[in-house]
């Protein structure tokens, strides 16, 4: 079945760390993207990426780093910039037909922890 | 001013009950709109997308006021499992979606 992978589901990080959220898809989308939800919060957008080798800040890219390499892989960098990091990251994806885009297919989610 | 605002609630409405959310959006150039239910520590997911002319699936009826930039979510007979928090989604120029803070609804015995 075509669906989102996110991996970890479950992520703790120290103080300092580089940590890596993994988003893959196998639904042939061309775009995909990343959010962050804080508790009680509604979703922010934190990058995006509408072709491969092209990505785009959203509006608290802070901190954060991505790459598109493969259509299907968008993977997130939470770095050691970013001060409040606890939180829930979720990937979407979405198909391009003809100049709009269509059908947000959400990922699992990671939530992401600092200890 | 926050782009799409809700009111967080939480909505608690006995089974069976007619319960309504509303949304407000500042953009006036945004081109659709969504409804998103979202469970506890899950991922959303798509409820239905709302049209000019309103729209009903089953239970759910979705309204939009362009006028006034102002969404509408009407729940009829309310089950339990309809417990979850809905977000109202606008989709402005370039795909772009801008999420509202959603609203907790609680549907009682």
């Known amino acids: 079945d075509g669906g989102i992978t996110q991996s970890p589901k479950y992520l703790f990080r120290k103080e300092g760390q580089n940590v890596t959220l993994s988003c893959e898809q196998n639904?042939?989308?061309?775009?995909m993207y990343w959010y962050r939800q804080d508790p009680g919060q509604g979703l922010r957008l934190i990058y995006y990426s509408q072709i491969v080798n092209d990505f785009q800040k959203g509006d608290i890219a802070e901190g954060y780093s991505v790459s598109r390499e493969k259509k299907e892989s968008f993977p997130l960098t939470v770095t050691s910039a970013q001060k409040n990091p606890t939180a829930f990251y979720l990937c979407?994806?979405?198909?391009?037909?003809?100049?709009?885009?269509?059908?947000?297919?959400f990922g699992s989610g990671t939530r992401l922890t600092v200890v | 001013r926050k782009e799409v605002e809700q009111d967080p609630g939480p909505f608690n409405v006995p089974e069976g009950a007619t319960v309504a959310f509303n949304c407000t959006y500042s953009n006036s150039a945004s081109q659709s709109f969504f409804w998103y239910r979202q469970d506890c520590r899950k991922e959303p997911k798509l409820l239905m997308s709302v049209y000019s002319s309103g729209n009903e699936d089953g239970r759910f009826t979705a309204q939009l006021n362009r006028a006034s930039q102002y969404i509408s979510l009407l729940i009829r007979d309310s089950k339990l499992s309809d417990s979850a928090t809905y977000l109202c989604?606008?989709?402005?120029?370039?795909?772009?979606?801008?999420f509202g803070g959603g609203t907790r609804l609680m549907v009682k015995p």
């Open positions: 979407a994806s979405t198909k391009r037909q003809g100049g709009d885009y269509y059908g947000y297919t």
């Open positions: 639904l042939n989308h061309d775009a």
């Open positions: 989604v606008v989709n402005n120029a370039g795909n772009m979606l801008t």
